[in-house]
C-alpha cells in the first residue's frame, strides 16, 4: 500500500480508537457509503455508462441517508444488481448503523460488548432503562415482518398495473416506504397511481410505521405484553405531536392547493393526506407533480419537512420531540409558569437544552446549505431552499432542479444528505476534539 494511503489509514483509525461512540457510527455510514459507491460504480450495476461517478456517489449517500433525492433515474441508470444495492444500503440506512451488526451478535454470542452496547444506545437513541438486547430484536423482526407484509399487499396493485417486474416493484417500494427511504422505480415516483387508494394507503401505513419510531414500537409492544403499566411521555409525544401535525398540515394542503381542489372529494382528501404524510415522515414520495405547486403548498411542505419524524425511527428531520419541547417552553414563557408541561407533564431541563440546541444547530445547516448551494445554482432560491430541506431532512421531494444542479451543488447535497442522516448536533459532537 501507498505510505500516504498508510499515514491516512493510520490516522482514521486513531481517530476512531478513541472509543467515542458518535465518531464510531459516523465511521460505520461512511463505510456504507464508500462500499456502496464502489458497488454501483461496477460495470454490471450500471444499464446507463454515461453516469458519472460523482452520480453514484449521490446515489449511495441518498439511499443510506435514506433520503431519495437522485441526480439519475434509478430504473434507467442500474441493472437489477444496481437497483439491488441500492435497496440494501436503504436497509442498511432505515434500520441505522449497528442494528444489524448487534443483532447478528445477539443471534451468536448471547449477549454485546459494553463498548457496542454504548454504541448502539448512542446510534438509536435509546432513553435510559431500556432493554437493548429486547430492543435490537423487536426493532430487526418488526422491520422485516412489516417489509414483507407490505410487498404481499403492494404485488397486487403493481400487477394489475402491469408494472413490469411486479414482484420486485412490491419488495422495493414497500422497503423504501418503510425504510422512509421515497426511492421507486417509476421517474414520476408514484404520480401513476394517485387514484388507487388501496396502494396510497399501503404506503402511507408503511410510511408511519417506519417514521414513528422503533422506541414507540418496543414502548407499545412492551405495555401489550403487560411487561410495562403504561405507554411512556415519549411514545405519548410522538403520536400526539405527529397526529396533529399530519391533520392541520392536510386540512391547509386541501384547502389552498390549486392542483387538488379541482379532484373529486375523496382523491383530493387522498392526495393532501399523502403528500403531507411524504414530508411529515420524510419518505418523499409523491402522486402530484411538486414542480406544479403553489408557494404557499412548497412553504407548507417545507416547514413539515424541518419538523420530520421521530427519534430511533427510519426518517429525518429536526424530529416531533424536539419541536414539542420548544412547544412547551415557548407555552410555558407566554402564560408566565417556570415550568414547561406537555401533556400535563414536565418537561425535564436536559431535554429542553438538547432541543433548543439541536433546533439552533440544524437551522444553522440550512441556512449554511442554501447560501453554499446559491453560490454555485442559477435556479430560483425557493427552489433552492426546498431542495435543501428536503436534502437535510432527508425527504427526497423535489422542484425537479436535482438532475440538472452542477458538480459542485451536488456535493452541497451530499454533506446536507450525510448530516441529516447522522444528524447536525451529533456530527458536531464526533468532530469537536475530546
Known sequence: MHPKVMV????VLAWIKLRNPLRVVVAGYLSYVVVGWLALCLPWSRADQSATWLDHLFTS???????????????DT???????????LIQLGGLGYMTVGSFIVLSTAGSLSPFRRRISRTSLSLPGGTDQNAFLRITVWYTLAVEAAGALLLHPHFAAAGAPSPWWQAVFHSVSAFCTAGFGLFNNSLENYRGDLGLNVIIILLSYLGAIGFIVVHDLWMSLRHLRPKVTLTTKIILTGTAWMSFLATVLFALDEPSVRSLPAGDRWLASLFQVMSAGTTVGFNTIPIGQLAASSLFLLTLVMMIGASPAGTGGGIKITTVTALWAEMVAVLRGRDTPTFLNREIPHPRLRAATAHMMFYCLVLAAGLYALSLFESAALADQLFECASALGTVGLSRGITGSLTAAGKIVLILLMFLGRIGPLALAMALLPE
Not at 8 to 11: F, P, T
Not at 61 to 75: E, R
Not at 78 to 88: K, M, N, Q
Open 78 to 88: 442500474y441493472t437489477w444488481l444496481g437497483e439491488a444495492v441500492v435497496l440494501v
Open 61 to 75: 449517500v441518498s439511499a443510506v441517508s435514506t433520503t431519495g433525492l437522485a441526480s439519475v433515474s434509478t430504473s
Open 8 to 11: 491516512w489509514y493510520r490516522s
